[in-house]
């Protein structure tokens, strides 16, 4: 009898230890950066052609297809695979810059379309605003990951560039619209230096996905 109960105490508690492994879910693997970064760059490619008037400056719609349907979804995407990573700060960035091109993708649909109900006197400031708000956003970015390899401070340094003659670009349209194309393509001159940044970015993500070594990122500005 005594062989019998300590028999079956022996086979539940075997039972018991079993059940944190088969309630244990598998933690996917993968690096969201094959998708985030490649997106990144297609619409930041067409922004940046559009800027230094490949296209005409005025024609804001011109690069509203790529970014809204493959920029800024894949962004998205991006953030959501790296929180199932428990990838905080790249979530972060990943979902600020899906943000920022879906929003950018509605401000120019809502204005080709007359959304939201703007005057001629007010679109210009509301532009300013859109671009104000996301440029103070991606200064805090770039200060708040400074602990991050050097290669993503260069990158958010550049993009904080690119918004600001883009916003001086705006910001002397309302004065003399002469003034204006100069500094859209200082903007997107920048646009590019932060794409080349991307590229390297990619190309270090993509070495070390089809087992190779990642590529040096650079010291980060503070450790």
Same mark, same amino acid.
Request: hydrophobic residues 60%; charged residues 10%.
């Given at each position: 009898m005594?062989?019998?109960n300590?028999?079956t105490?022996?086979s539940t508690?075997?039972?018991?230890?079993?059940?944190?492994?088969?309630?244990?879910?598998?933690?996917p693997l993968g690096d969201?950066?094959?998708?985030?970064?490649?997106t990144?760059?297609?619409?930041?490619l067409a922004?940046?052609?559009n800027?230094?008037g490949?296209?005409?400056?005025?024609?804001?719609?011109?690069?509203?297809a790529?970014?809204a349907f493959?920029?800024?979804?894949?962004?998205?995407?991006?953030?959501?695979?790296a929180?199932?990573?428990a990838?905080?700060?790249?979530?972060s960035?990943?979902?600020?810059?899906?943000g #920022?091109?879906?929003?950018?993708? /509605? *401000? =120019? &649909?809502? +204005?080709?379309?007359?959304?939201?109900?703007?005057t @001629? $006197?007010?679109?210009i400031?509301?532009?300013?605003?859109f671009l104000?708000?996301?440029?103070?956003?991606i200064?805090i970015?770039t200060?708040a990951?400074?602990r991050?390899p050097?290669?993503?401070?260069?990158? #958010?340094?550049?993009v904080d560039l /690119? *918004? =600001? &003659?883009? +916003?001086?670009?705006y910001?002397?349209?309302?004065? @003399? $619209?002469a003034a204006?194309?100069?500094?859209?393509?200082?903007g997107?001159?920048f646009?590019?230096?932060?794409?080349?940044?991307?590229?390297y970015?990619f190309?270090?993500?993509?070495?070390?996905?089809?087992?190779?070594?990642?590529?040096?990122?650079?010291?980060?500005v503070?450790?």
């Amino acid at each position: 009898m005594k062989e019998t109960n300590m028999a079956t105490s022996s086979s539940t508690a075997a039972e018991i230890e079993d059940v944190p492994a088969r309630n244990t879910v598998a933690v996917p693997l993968g690096d969201p950066a094959m998708i985030g970064v490649p997106t990144f760059l297609i619409g930041s490619l067409a922004l940046a052609l559009n800027l230094v008037g490949y296209v005409d400056q005025g024609t804001t719609g011109a690069p509203i297809a790529i970014i809204a349907f493959a920029t800024g979804i894949g962004q998205l995407i991006a953030a959501i695979w790296a929180a199932s990573l428990a990838q905080n700060a790249v979530a972060s960035i990943f979902a600020i810059f899906s943000g #920022f091109w879906i929003s950018y993708a /509605a *401000l =120019v &649909f809502g +204005l080709v379309h007359g959304w939201y109900g703007l005057t @001629a $006197a007010t679109t210009i400031p509301t532009v300013k605003m859109f671009l104000l708000s996301w440029l103070i956003l991606i200064i805090i970015l770039t200060l708040a990951t400074l602990r991050l390899p050097l290669a993503f401070t260069a990158l #958010f340094v550049l993009v904080d560039l /690119a *918004l =600001v &003659f883009v +916003l001086i670009a705006y910001s002397n349209l309302s004065k @003399a $619209a002469a003034a204006n194309s100069g500094d859209l393509r200082l903007g997107g001159i920048f646009a590019f230096g932060f794409i080349l940044v991307g590229v390297y970015l990619f190309f270090g993500a993509a070495s070390a996905a089809t087992g190779g070594k990642p590529l040096p990122l650079g010291r980060p500005v503070l450790k």
